[in-house]
T-cell receptor, first 115, second 112 residues
């Protein structure tokens, strides 16, 4: 596709429910990143994929968060047993090859609200 | 990565050039200067980047001083849709610099 796409664009869920957020990177981009951005805050790195493997999961806040990537393309970020503090904009980005030094292109984000 | 300093906010008249400064006095030789912007309620948008030469693309121009300690992003003909927070960051080509972090940035308001 022309850019990074994410779905859903908005998600409202109840505390304790599980949610899945999807990211479609730019075609041909092998590196994929998940970030989150709380209201008025900066970017918080969550995880990065090179192909289907995740060399760096260091930013995942807890074991309720997991992510996978299949076919070197689409990625899904899953949050289990959501909490109110999980409310944020979840951003996905992709870059062409190796992550170091490559320009990251962001999607529009998924706005998650946990009630 | 080197720290950057940007003004908190700037105003620009529609149709005029917007010149956004950034100081990065501790930049090292292998660090690039990147600019992103974030329009309200949207994801960050890549604008331009450069190492030491001035760069231009369809969105903007980037002017980097000879000593590389500062740079200016130029939007040649600002429109209302250019109202956004603009982030200047410096990144090197190795390590874990893929973890992008944005500072406070500059809120550019383009006025009619």
């Amino acid at each position: 596709g022309a850019g990074v796409s994410q779905s859903p664009s908005n998600k409202v869920t109840e505390k304790g429910k599980d949610v899945e957020l999807r990211c479609d990177p730019i075609s041909g981009h092998t590196a994929l990143y998940w970030y989150r951005q709380s209201l008025g805050q900066g970017l918080e790195f969550l995880i990065y994929f090179q192909g289907n493997s995740a060399p760096d999961k260091s930013g995942l806040p807890s074991d309720r968060f997991s992510a996978e990537r299949t076919g070197g393309s689409v990625s899904t970020l899953t949050i289990q047993r959501t909490q109110q503090e999980d409310s944020a904009v979840y951003l996905c980005a992709s870059s062409l090859k190796r992550p170091q030094g490559e320009t990251q292109y962001f999607g529009p984000g998924t706005r998650l609200l946990v009630l | 990565d080197a720290k950057t300093t940007q003004p908190t906010s700037m105003d620009c008249a529609e149709g005029r050039a917007a010149n956004l400064p950034c100081n990065h006095s501790t930049i090292s030789g292998n660090e690039y200067v990147y600019w992103y912007r974030q329009i309200h309620s949207q994801g960050p948008q890549y604008i331009i980047h450069g190492l030491k030469n001035n760069e231009t693309n369809e969105m903007a121009s980037l002017i980097i001083t000879e000593d590389r300690k500062s740079s200016t992003l130029i939007l040649p003909h600002a429109t209302l849709r250019d109202t956004a927070v603009y982030y200047c960051i410096v990144r090197n080509g190795g390590g874990s610099n893929y973890k992008l972090t944005f500072g406070k940035g500059t809120l550019l308001t383009v006025n009619p």
